[in-house]
């Protein structure tokens, strides 16, 4: 029997489970409010990284398996038709410089066999971002830092690239689909796949799921800037470098307030450029999204609908969105896999 499967959520989550669904064989929908950079994902910076979700012990054997899909894809870019050269999707190697405001930076257990290293310290090194973006050292309001090769994926071609696979072999792609209830979604798909982001809060009543909402300034591309720059510690900043202008950011608060706040770009790009010695930089866009935080941790499931029908729950990725999709589309194609 044929098995048609539908997705509810057109983010990077939904994306690639329907590309793996898609791509064995299965007919495959996907059912979503908003489609391609109008999703959450598309305000994401999309560098790779564990930061925002729980629980440990699940969420990094998810980004390592990650990790090594981008990776591979780096390494072996896919053919597509009607394409002359074969696509790497807009992902590509980056390294990331992660600091500490406060304290002597730990490095993850999980990060040193994909070669994280220390960095010297601030006082003793004048090179940490002056071999970066070559602009001069960092503020020395930075105690401590790590450095690691990590995949960035560059939302703007990402996301159409995943689009892209899923309708090459034969998916498609819904938008302005609106559901109350998953029991909404067309009888005649036997498998429903809730990656529903956000919007699981009110599409299944899950009362753990919170807002972190993540606002980010997109500038101009910055001369020399190589490397991502990330503090986690409050003030929360970053800036990442992509193919054609710059991440800044960011904020992590627990609103569902979708609109920028001009007081926070203004925040943003004050430390941004502090941090990288340069004048604000002009603001092409602001994005806000917010990352679905589970306080109970990422849910990754089998259940059953009120109709009999199975649908597998995978949604409450935080802020790791693109850094666990791969490993939790896997483990959502291997349950789903046990249907047919």
């Known amino acids: 029997m044929e098995h048609r499967v539908a997705i509810v959520g057109a983010g990077v989550s939904g994306l690639t489970c329907g590309v793996l ?26 560098l790779w990284f564990p930061y925002d979700a729980e629980p440990a012990e699940k969420v990094i054997p998810w ?16 053919h597509s038709p009607g394409r002359a050269k074969p696509s790497h999707g807009g992902v590509s190697m980056i390294e990331l410089r992660q600091f500490s405001r406060t304290s002597e ?18 006082a003793t090194s004048v090179r940490l971002v002056q071999d970066c973006a070559q602009r001069g050292g960092y503020s020395s309001a930075f105690k401590s830092g790590f450095a690691l090769k990590v995949p960035l994926m560059d939302t703007t071609i990402y996301l159409d690239y995943l689009a892209n696979r899923l309708l090459d072999v034969g998916g498609e792609i819904h938008g302005n689909a609106r559901f109350e209830k998953l029991e909404e979604v067309d009888l005649n798909f036997d498998l429903v796949i809730n990656c529903a982001g956000i919007g699981a809060r009110e599409l299944v009543q899950d009362i753990d799921l919170e807002p972190h909402r993540g606002q980010v ?30 991440v800044y950011g960011g904020t992590n608060d627990i609103s569902d307030n979708l609109d920028a706040d ?23 866009a602001e994005r806000v999204g917010l990352r679905p935080f589970r306080k109970s941790g990422v849910r990754l499931e089998c259940d059953r609908l009120r109709d009999g029908r199975t649908v597998i729950h995978n949604y409450g990725h935080g802020g790791s969105g693109f850094t666990l999709s791969w490993g939790c589309a ?9 249907l047919g």
């Open 21 to 46: 669904f898609a791509e064995h064989g299965y007919r495959t929908a996907i059912f979503a409010k908003e489609t391609g950079q109008q999703t959450i994902s598309g305000a994401a910076a999309a």
């Open 63 to 78: 980004a390592l398996q990650t990790y090594k899909v981008l990776v591979d894809l780096i390494c072996h870019p896919m």
């Open 105 to 122: 930076i730990q490095i993850p257990d999980w990060a040193i066999p994909l070669g994280a290293r220390r960095l010297p310290s601030v």
């Open 217 to 246: 300034a997109i500038v101009p591309k910055i001369d020399n800037l190589s490397c991502a720059i990330v503090c986690d510690d409050l003030p929360l900043m970053y800036a990442i470098p992509r193919t054609n202008d710059c």
């Open 262 to 284: 001009p007081i926070a770009t203004a925040c943003i790009l004050d430390e941004c450029s502090r941090v990288l010695k340069i004048d604000n930089p002009p603001v092409l």
């Open 330 to 338: 896997e483990e959502v194609f291997a349950l789903g896999g046990l």
